[in-house]
């Protein structure tokens, strides 16, 4: 996943990959299982690192993690749980 070259660009990640896998190229972070507070945080910044070419990155939500993604700012961003630029679909 960390060489461009590489023509790998699907991974399942579970327990400790998901808070210490790092690679800035990944767009799309898809959540089937619960999680709150600092591994939630820690998820979805794995689809938000700066990488040459990308915007932005995608959360898919499968288990309705978003509830949780409120309180985890409150804790960890200061954003009083307002959200900031979120955007929920569906």
């Known amino acids: 996943m960390k060489n461009p070259d590489d023509p790998l660009r699907l991974v399942f990640v579970c327990a400790m990959w998901i808070t ?8 799309t972070v898809y959540i089937n299982k619960p999680m709150k507070n600092h591994t939630l945080m820690q998820t979805i910044a794995r689809a938000n690192r700066r990488a040459e070419g990308k915007t932005a990155g995608v959360i898919v939500d499968y288990v309705g993690v978003f509830r949780s993604l409120e309180r985890a700012l409150a804790i960890y961003a200061g954003s009083g749980g307002a959200g900031g630029d979120i955007q929920a679909a569906g």
């Open 20 to 27: 210490g896998f790092d690679v800035p190229s990944i767009g």
